[in-house]
């Protein structure tokens, strides 16, 4: 039921283009004689499977399928700049495992505003999509042994959609955050929803690095698949080439996130919440401390609001009573709090140390974990 992944040739040749169409979804590709030059290193780090033979359900697998097409994508979100947007359309799901579900999470509003604090409310994760997690467990489990599994693991889910004759793309990266559990795993569903294309150049290109050549290699990501990989393998998504951009296929896309286990950092596990629904979830509130002046933000907040009111039920704006300073007096001693309670329960402090004092750590956050672990 395996299948080792099926790369297309490095991202600097020219591929197929024939008719012959895209790699059929097998229970198991082996690599095609143009990728003999593959290392042992990339292979080992990925793993491709059709979804309704690794679920032993097509008809589950076709719900799945209905379930993403039909996630509320939102385009021109805030970027992290405040002045920046995605080309593509962004959604997340999930409210996390029973004991630690959130209702909001809370990150900073932009890298230019980082006193100042978006809302996100959550969102449950669809049944279909959370009934496949216990196979992306046992996967994980078989193919990476060496990753931790808990109650958090895949627990969240990132959704794009790259629409047909765009130049929607992914820069080059990895998720390999400290709020991923170690070593991070993700697994990645892939979907064609108005049909597969005619051939594999014929949509948004995923590509993958290969750390012992410096090459990046086309993976085709077949209609219905799920592939397992290591997070740390740098990657990224590039537009169909020029040539075939009027024929290209709108692709979407779900990544199944293994978060830090809760209970053994659960700083960690918020972070990660507030993370990913801050890029891709619906903001529902801007806090600003008391001596911040709005005039000074009006293109953020309008940017804001044209998200929320578009795809939310509008924004909240929200004046603290506590000024910057004081906020950041109280965020100190919630800092100070959290790591005495991280060294009491003996809980992850190296890991949670690693993110504490960074600029996108907003007080409510800080302050949900020390509620959880007090």
Not at 71 to 80: A, E, K, N, R, W
Not at 155 to 169: F, P, R, S
Not at 335 to 353: E, V
Request: contains cysteine; aromatic residues 8%; proline residues 8%.
């Amino acid at each position: 039921m395996k299948r080792h992944i099926a790369l297309v040739g490095s991202s600097g040749s020219s591929g197929s283009s024939g008719s012959s169409g895209p790699p059929p979804c097998k229970p198991k590709l082996e690599h095609p004689p143009s990728t003999s030059s593959i290392s042992p290193w990339l292979d080992e780090r990925i793993h491709l499977f059709d979804l309704g033979a690794v679920i032993g359900d097509e008809e589950a697998a076709a719900k799945v399928a209905n379930c993403v097409r039909d996630l509320p994508f939102i385009y021109d979100h805030v970027g992290g700049l405040g002045t920046n947007s995605p080309r593509r359309g962004v959604c997340v799901v999930g409210d996390g495992p029973t004991g630690w579900k959130l209702n909001t999470t809370s990150w900073t509003a932009s890298q230019n505003a980082s006193n100042v604090v978006a809302t996100t409310r959550t969102a449950a994760m669809p049944d279909q999509l959370a009934n496949i997690v216990p196979t992306c467990k046992r996967l994980t489990a078989e193919l990476f042994p060496e990753a931790p599994i808990s109650e958090a693991s895949f627990c969240l889910g990132v959704a794009n959609e790259y629409k047909a004759g765009t130049d929607h793309t992914i820069c080059p990266h990895t998720d390999a955050q400290p709020w991923y559990a170690d070593p991070p795993v993700f697994v990645s569903l892939t979907f064609f929803p108005d049909g597969p294309p005619a051939d594999k150049e014929h949509t948004a290109r995923f590509q993958v690095k290969d750390d012992t050549t410096g090459k990046w290699h086309d993976l085709f990501l077949p209609d219905r698949s799920l592939c397992i990989m290591r997070a740390d393998v740098w990657h990224r998504v590039q537009p169909p080439k020029s040539k075939f951009k009027s024929c290209s296929k709108r692709r979407l896309n779900v990544t199944l996130r293994n978060l830090v286990d809760p209970h053994k950092n659960p700083f960690g596990y918020a972070m990660a919440m507030a993370n990913h629904y801050r890029y891709y979830g619906v903001p529902m509130q801007l806090t600003f401390p008391k001596d911040v002046k709005l005039e000074a933000h009006a293109a953020l907040i309008a940017r804001y609001q044209h998200v929320a009111n578009k795809y939310g039920k509008g924004l909240a704006i929200v004046q603290d009573e506590r000024s910057s300073a004081e906020r950041s007096g109280r965020h100190k001693t919630v800092r100070t709090a959290l790591r005495a309670a991280y060294s009491l329960k003996r809980l992850d402090l190296p890991c949670m140390n690693s993110m504490l004092s960074k600029s996108n750590v907003v007080i409510d956050t800080s302050e949900r974990a020390l509620a959880w672990i007090s």
